[in-house]
């Protein structure tokens, strides 16, 4: 059984910072693509940023410059640096990860997610 479980997510005002984290578990061969992806109320599921198992990022164009994904293969986590929050960031917000397990098949797994809420 593979599971993702995010931490970090809390309240903080306009301006601030918040590190969002994410750890897969159980029988894993290895972790390829990994991002993070928000859902604001009322709206869809958006990509926020990927990163690939060789450490290449992509980042949508509204947090570009503010967030940072970031990954340690050694300890299956991935991370997401969030400065300059605003208002609009405010959302859920959650981890993704296509996992290969010990019976070599690769499925993609979502964490259960973690609120973000931004003051102004």
């Known amino acids: 059984q593979v599971q993702l479980v995010e931490s970090g997510g809390g309240l903080v005002q306009a301006g601030g910072s918040?590190?969002?984290?994410?750890?897969?578990s159980g029988r894993i061969l290895s972790i390829n693509d990994m991002g993070w992806y928000r859902q604001a109320p009322g709206k869809e599921r958006?990509?926020?940023?990927t990163i690939t198992e060789g450490g290449a990022t992509n980042y949508a164009d509204s947090?570009?410059?503010r967030f940072t994904i970031s990954r340690d293969n050694g300890e299956n986590t991935v991370y997401l640096h969030m400065n300059s929050l605003k208002p609009e960031d405010t959302a859920d917000?959650?981890?993704d990860a296509y996992i290969?397990?010990?019976l070599r098949t690769?499925?993609?797994y979502w964490g259960q997610g973690t609120q973000v809420t931004v003051s102004s």
């Open 106 to 108: 690769t499925y993609h």
């Open 63 to 65: 947090v570009k410059g």
């Open 100 to 102: 290969t397990s010990f």
């Open 18 to 24: 918040l590190r969002l984290s994410c750890v897969a």
């Open 93 to 95: 917000y959650y981890c």
């Open 46 to 49: 958006e990509l926020v940023a």
